[in-house]
Protein backbone atom coordinates (compact mmCIF):
# COMPACT_ATOMS: atom_id res chain seq x y z
CA UNK A 1 0.00 0.00 0.00
CA UNK A 2 1.48 3.50 -0.90
CA UNK A 3 2.08 6.48 2.43
CA UNK A 4 1.35 9.63 2.42
CA UNK A 5 2.78 11.78 5.06
CA UNK A 6 -0.41 13.90 6.60
CA UNK A 7 -0.19 15.80 9.59
CA UNK A 8 3.50 14.25 10.55
CA UNK A 9 2.18 10.52 10.40
CA UNK A 10 2.22 7.95 7.48
CA UNK A 11 -1.29 7.42 6.26
CA UNK A 12 -1.41 4.46 4.13
CA UNK A 13 -4.24 4.43 1.23
CA UNK A 14 -5.52 1.86 -1.19
CA UNK A 15 -4.84 3.40 -4.71
CA UNK A 16 -7.35 1.11 -7.62
CA UNK A 17 -8.39 1.87 -10.79
CA UNK A 18 -8.93 4.39 -13.06
CA UNK A 19 -11.49 7.04 -14.02
CA UNK A 20 -13.70 9.27 -11.63
CA UNK A 21 -12.55 8.97 -8.16
CA UNK A 22 -14.34 7.09 -5.45
CA UNK A 23 -13.10 7.98 -1.66
CA UNK A 24 -14.13 5.42 0.35
CA UNK A 25 -14.24 6.63 4.36
CA UNK A 26 -14.23 2.95 6.49
CA UNK A 27 -15.70 2.38 10.10
CA UNK A 28 -13.70 2.02 13.33
CA UNK A 29 -12.08 -1.78 13.73
CA UNK A 30 -12.06 -2.07 10.03
CA UNK A 31 -8.85 -1.36 7.18
CA UNK A 32 -9.41 -1.36 3.90
CA UNK A 33 -10.56 -5.13 3.27
CA UNK A 34 -13.44 -4.48 4.65
CA UNK A 35 -14.35 -2.86 1.26
CA UNK A 36 -12.77 -5.71 -0.89
CA UNK A 37 -16.06 -6.29 -3.13
CA UNK A 38 -16.67 -2.85 -3.36
CA UNK A 39 -13.03 -2.10 -4.55
CA UNK A 40 -13.08 -5.11 -6.90
CA UNK A 41 -16.51 -3.79 -8.75
CA UNK A 42 -15.56 -0.21 -8.98
CA UNK A 43 -12.37 -0.56 -9.67
CA UNK A 44 -13.15 -1.96 -13.25
CA UNK A 45 -14.77 1.86 -13.80
CA UNK A 46 -13.56 4.11 -11.06
CA UNK A 47 -10.38 4.86 -9.80
CA UNK A 48 -11.08 3.97 -5.97
CA UNK A 49 -9.14 5.47 -2.72
CA UNK A 50 -9.16 4.16 0.70
CA UNK A 51 -7.73 5.53 3.44
CA UNK A 52 -6.61 3.32 6.60
CA UNK A 53 -7.54 5.29 9.78
CA UNK A 54 -4.74 6.16 11.64
CA UNK A 55 -3.82 3.69 13.74
CA UNK A 56 -5.63 1.04 11.42
CA UNK A 57 -3.58 -1.08 8.85
CA UNK A 58 -0.47 0.47 8.62
CA UNK A 59 -1.39 4.25 9.08
CA UNK A 60 0.34 5.68 11.93
CA UNK A 61 -1.60 6.88 15.27
CA UNK A 62 -4.10 10.00 15.21
CA UNK A 63 -1.87 13.18 14.71
CA UNK A 64 -1.72 15.03 17.79
CA UNK A 65 -3.34 17.68 16.61
CA UNK A 66 -6.35 16.32 15.69
CA UNK A 67 -9.04 17.78 17.69
CA UNK A 68 -12.36 17.03 15.79
CA UNK A 69 -14.42 15.59 12.79
CA UNK A 70 -13.50 18.71 11.01
CA UNK A 71 -9.54 17.80 11.45
CA UNK A 72 -9.99 14.40 10.20
CA UNK A 73 -11.82 15.70 7.04
CA UNK A 74 -8.96 18.21 6.00
CA UNK A 75 -6.31 14.82 6.32
CA UNK A 76 -8.38 14.04 4.05
CA UNK A 77 -8.55 16.83 1.54
CA UNK A 78 -5.00 16.86 2.29
CA UNK A 79 -4.49 13.26 0.88
CA UNK A 80 -6.52 14.09 -2.19
CA UNK A 81 -4.33 17.27 -2.57
CA UNK A 82 -1.34 15.07 -2.34
CA UNK A 83 -2.35 12.38 -5.32
CA UNK A 84 -3.79 15.65 -7.20
CA UNK A 85 -7.07 15.08 -6.93
CA UNK A 86 -9.40 17.64 -7.61
CA UNK A 87 -13.23 16.14 -7.01
CA UNK A 88 -14.36 12.83 -5.61
CA UNK A 89 -17.39 10.36 -5.05
CA UNK A 90 -17.32 9.94 -1.20
CA UNK A 91 -18.74 7.15 0.21
CA UNK A 92 -18.68 7.21 4.48
CA UNK A 93 -19.72 3.81 6.90
CA UNK A 94 -20.06 5.23 10.13
CA UNK A 95 -16.85 7.27 11.00
CA UNK A 96 -16.32 7.96 7.37
CA UNK A 97 -19.59 9.26 7.10
CA UNK A 98 -19.03 11.69 10.14
CA UNK A 99 -15.63 12.90 8.55
CA UNK A 100 -17.28 12.53 4.77
CA UNK A 101 -20.03 15.03 6.03
CA UNK A 102 -17.72 17.33 7.47
CA UNK A 103 -15.48 17.48 4.31
CA UNK A 104 -18.45 18.24 1.95
CA UNK A 105 -19.17 21.11 4.27
CA UNK A 106 -15.40 22.05 4.37
CA UNK A 107 -14.75 21.93 0.30
CA UNK A 108 -18.39 21.09 -1.40
CA UNK A 109 -16.74 21.86 -5.01
CA UNK A 110 -14.28 18.92 -4.22
CA UNK A 111 -17.20 16.53 -3.71
CA UNK A 112 -19.54 15.07 -6.82
CA UNK A 113 -21.54 13.28 -4.56
CA UNK A 114 -22.19 11.60 -1.25
CA UNK A 115 -23.12 8.27 0.17
CA UNK A 116 -23.42 8.09 3.77
CA UNK A 117 -23.99 4.82 5.69
CA UNK A 118 -24.84 3.71 9.18
CA UNK A 119 -23.24 7.16 10.27
CA UNK A 120 -24.33 10.03 12.58
CA UNK A 121 -24.44 13.76 11.47
CA UNK A 122 -25.88 15.51 14.76
CA UNK A 123 -23.81 17.03 17.80
CA UNK A 124 -22.88 14.56 20.17
CA UNK A 125 -25.83 14.24 22.60
CA UNK A 126 -25.40 16.23 26.13
CA UNK A 127 -25.50 13.23 29.04
CA UNK A 128 -28.51 12.84 30.49
CA UNK A 129 -28.78 12.20 34.45
CA UNK A 130 -30.26 8.67 34.87
CA UNK A 131 -33.95 8.68 36.21
CA UNK A 132 -35.67 6.17 37.91
CA UNK A 133 -38.98 5.52 36.67
CA UNK A 134 -41.46 3.84 39.31
CA UNK A 135 -44.19 1.11 38.49
CA UNK A 136 -47.89 1.47 40.06
CA UNK A 137 -50.35 -0.71 39.69
Known amino acids: MPVA ?3 GQPLH ?3 QGSGPVVLLGSSYLWDSGMWAPQIEALSQQYRVIVPELWG ?3 SGPLPTQTRSLDDLARQALMLLDQL ?3 QVNLVGLSVGGMWGAR ?5 PERVNSLVLMDTYLA ?3 RPRASTTSRCSR
Open 84 to 86: DIA
Open 103 to 107: LALLA
Open 56 to 58: HGE
Open 123 to 125: PSP
Open 5 to 7: IIA
Open 13 to 15: YLD
